[in-house]
């Protein structure tokens, strides 16, 4: 149960002074998703975007033009709209000994104004200060105060993200007031840490936070704001470093064999493992040999030859006489995977099969009675399907082939009820380390590195899609001297359907020049159109192949060199560099055009160039972070992990390392979460939610 004193923050916007029934619907609508209503520590982490600069100028004259300014003046004269003419504004002059300012109002409240305004009183006004005619004019004041309250207005006022239905004032009022309602929570965070950091309490931190004190404060690092976005970045490690300890508790078995298999592939190769393969193999088998869960990330681009790595592990358990299952995202992926394995495990003498939605009948029933009796030793599906659960004699072994979709952090929370598997999780999401650090918390990381010997470079050019003709004749010609070629279309808005068509269209309009060398590939084909279309390709009888982003993952055709990106405008940096890596896998070189319709907008631009000038995957991850942020690049919008509320991946490198080595010595001291500073780490988990872990250490 969430400590008491928190209720106060996860108590509804409405419970804020000035918060009713139909504001709070607008911060429900801002803040709140389906299950939850806005809460009042939602408005607590409300990050300030900028500050308005409110000090005020000794004088009129000295008051600034054209931004805000504050100043005090005696209010001279009212001048009401001339009679007849109701739309005109209502006038207010106010001076001092430097000059004056006309105050402007629309449809204005006259009898407020005179009682705000009274002739021949002093008043602090602050606004947008303008020259109108080479007058001093300001319309709608934003503050009009009593000299006697001029304490309560801030030199710098901050500036909230705001939703429709709700003013700056407003939104800063509300934000101020659930800030006040931070409780003052017991000291999570090592003593001598905080002093060596120079970090504030927490209540001190939102204070600050919320009270900046100059214009930097409110959009920069200030030690208020890394501090609350340390204690964010600390309650995710430890709640990972909990879920991993768990997963680890579930014991595992060891799994070791003689190297017999394995050595039998290896020598079946057509080629050298490279340096970061044979190091990643040894990873795994060293981790498989414990009687601890492995659970290993294996990060490599698109292109480095993490399957073979991934066969090497699953030779490894079927040596121990256990069996493997290689999962794939998409249907088309598990069918090459299998395709591609087959005859390397056949000739290690290994029984492989293929799994997935279309096998039916007599042909689905032995292969799930050959793997409930043991007779297949590794089996290829896709994820849906042993998420189904497809009974194992003995598994050893589950390889996850995420490729860029991402959805290993769930995957974690899941396993950690999970049976004693063993897991290899293979993505080609080139993570930032940084993020990889935040993310995976200790999950064992094997990285891919290098590209496998003997692969061109591949020559990227943008060019405008008013040139479509000169490209149809750049891929006529790359056909004609033997070469095959994607063909990419466009994403268009979100929908499968209209994707689809446009890829219909071109398929049409690229037959009418080259014929039946073209072929189509989309999510929406029937299984079996989508494997003699991609059989087609694959075997040459089709040269061009014309698809929607459905070989975005893991197609592979080594003598496919030519890739057209259509709308390539559209596409995220990562999607752009997932498509490529389909070609640059033979001997010939390569060539991607990513076909733009201009105007392009100035991130479209810049990331068009960074694919002119890199293909490196960790270059292209971080540039895509910074273009776009966190959640975009681990794909973690969609599938609905929280995203950092205040820390910032790309500034709080330091800090993430730190909370990192502090998660585990805390859990490694104080497992249970008993010691003093463990019960205050509770509630810290349970401020950034990422309680789920407290209910781990109850079941444990
Ligand atoms: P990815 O990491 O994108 O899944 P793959 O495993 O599909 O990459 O490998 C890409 C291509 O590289 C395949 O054709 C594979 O046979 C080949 N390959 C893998 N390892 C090597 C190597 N060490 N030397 C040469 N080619 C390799
Ligand atoms: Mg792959």
């Not at 399907?385 to 860029?404: I, P, S, T």
């Not at 698809?547 to 890739?563: L, Y």
């Not at 509320?645 to 001291?669: K, S, V």
Request: proline share 5%; net charge neutral.
């Amino acid at each position: 149960m969430r400590p008491s004193i928190l209720d106060p923050l996860f108590a509804p916007t409405t419970t804020l002074g000035g918060v009713g029934p139909k504001l709070g619907k607008v911060l429900d609508r801002f803040l709140g998703d389906e299950t939850r209503p806005a809460r009042v520590v939602d408005l607590m982490f409300q990050l300030p975007t900028g500050a308005i600069d409110r000090r005020p100028s000794p004088t009129i004259a000295d008051a600034p033009i054209g931004d805000v300014a504050t100043f005090a003046a005696r209010v001279t004269e009212h001048r009401p709209a001339p009679a007849g003419k109701a739309k005109a504004p209502y006038r207010v002059l106010v001076e001092d000994e430097t000059g004056d300012v006309t105050l402007v109002f629309f449809h204005a409240d006259v009898r407020h104004l005179q009682q705000s305004l009274p002739i021949g009183a002093f008043r602090i006004i602050s606004g947008k200060l303008e020259l109108w005619e080479g007058m001093r004019q300001m319309a709608h004041p934003e503050r009009i105060l009593d000299p006697k309250l001029a304490d309560t207005l801030p030199a710098f006022e901050p500036v909230y993200p705001l939703t429709e239905g709700i003013g700056a004032r407003v939104m800063m009022r509300i934000v101020q007031a659930a800030a006040e309602r931070c409780p003052d929570v017991p000291e999570w965070q090592d003593a001598g840490f905080l002093a060596k950091a120079g970090f504030p309490g927490f209540r001190e931190a939102v204070e600050a936070l919320h009270h900046p004190a100059d214009r930097q404060a409110a959009e920069g690092d200030t030690v208020a704001r890394r501090r609350i976005g340390y204690d964010e970045l600390l309650a995710s490690q430890i709640a990972l470093a909990l879920v991993r300890r768990q997963q680890k508790k579930i014991a595992g078995r060891a799994t070791s064999g003689d190297g017999g298999i394995r050595f039998r592939i290896q020598s079946a190769l057509p080629f050298e493992l490279t340096e970061g393969q044979r190091k990643a193999i040894a990873d795994i088998h060293a981790d498989m040999a414990k009687p601890e869960r492995m659970l290993r990330l294996l990060q490599g681009d698109v292109g480095s030859g993490k399957t073979v790595v991934a066969l090497m592990a699953m030779a490894a358990a079927a040596e121990a006489g256990r069996q493997s299952v290689l999962m794939a995202p998409t249907e088309i992926l598990a069918r090459q995977h299998a395709e591609r394995l087959a005859p390397l495990a056949e000739q290690a003498g290994l029984k492989l099969a293929l799994l997935t939605g279309r096998e039916k009948g007599a042909g689905r029933r032995q292969v799930l009675e050959g793997l409930a009796s043991g007779a297949i030793d590794i089996a290829v599906g896709t994820h849906a399907l042993f998420q189904e659960g497809v009974a194992f004699h003995d598994l050893a072994l589950a390889v996850v082939d995420e490729q860029h979709r991402f959805g290993v952090h769930q995957r974690l929370m899941l396993g950690a009820k999970g049976e004693a598997v063993d897991v290899l999780v293979m993505t080609a999401t080139p993570i930032p380390r940084t993020l990889a650090l935040t993310w995976f918390g200790d999950m064992d990381v094997s990285i891919l590195s290098e590209k496998p010997a003997g692969r061109k470079p591949i020559v990227t050019r943008a060019i405008s899609s008013e040139r479509y003709d000169e490209v149809v004749g750049a891929i006529g010609r790359a056909v004609e001297s033997g070469a095959q070629a994607y063909w990419v279309c466009p994403l268009v808005q979100e929908s499968d359907t209209l994707d689809v068509a446009a890829a219909q269209e071109r398929y049409v309009a690229l037959r009418e020049v080259f014929g039946d060398k073209v072929g189509l590939l989309h999510g929406q084909m029937p299984g079996r159109d989508k494997d003699a279309a991609m059989a087609a390709f694959v075997e040459g009888r089709t040269r061009i192949l014309v698809s929607t982003t459905v070989i975005e993952v893991g197609v592979d055709v080594p003598n496919a060199s030519v890739m057209v990106i259509e709308h390539a405008e559209r596409f995220g940096l990562a999607q752009l560099h997932q498509l490529r890596g389909r070609i640059g896998r033979g001997s010939a070189a390569s060539t991607c055009l990513l076909l733009y319709k201009g105007p392009l907008g100035p991130i479209a631009e810049a990331r068009l160039t960074i694919m002119r000038e890199t293909d490196d995957g960790f270059r292209i991850a971080e540039e895509d972070l910074r273009l776009r942020g966190e959640g975009e690049v681990l794909g973690t919008k969609q599938s609905g992990s929280p995203d950092w509320r205040i820390a910032r991946p790309e500034t709080d490198g330091d800090l993430l390392a730190a909370a990192r080595d502090d998660a585990r010595l805390l859990i490694e001291r104080d497992p249970q979460l008993e010691t003093q500073r463990g019960q205050a780490i509770r509630v810290l988990l349970y401020l950034f939610e990422r309680d789920v872990a407290i209910r781990l250490l109850r079941a444990g």
